[in-house]
């Protein structure tokens, strides 16, 4: 006669890897892409002669790296999902 916990155990279907972009990645995108606008925007100003406002330079000093930090870590979980699959 079989176990009658045995018979309520039931087993699940592996999880499914996540479909899409993930939040991690499309802030990383869209910080990449707002920082080259802003160095576009600066070298267009300074090849008509102009001089904008200095955050134009000092947004992409900082937000470039956090960008490219954000990616590698995307990059090191979708890595460690690989593996556990």
């Given at each position: 006669m079989p176990d009658s916990a045995a018979s309520t155990v039931s087993r699940s279907a592996p999880e499914a890897p996540p479909?899409?972009?993930?939040t991690l990645l499309l802030v990383a995108l869209v910080l990449a892409v707002l920082c080259a606008l802003s160095l576009v925007t600066v070298l267009v100003a300074a090849a008509g002669g102009h001089v904008i406002w200095a955050g134009f330079t000092l947004f992409p000093a900082i937000c470039f790296p956090i960008a490219f930090l954000l990616m590698c870590v995307e990059l090191l979980r979708g890595a460690r999902r690989r593996a556990r699959t």
């Open positions: 479909r899409g972009i993930s």
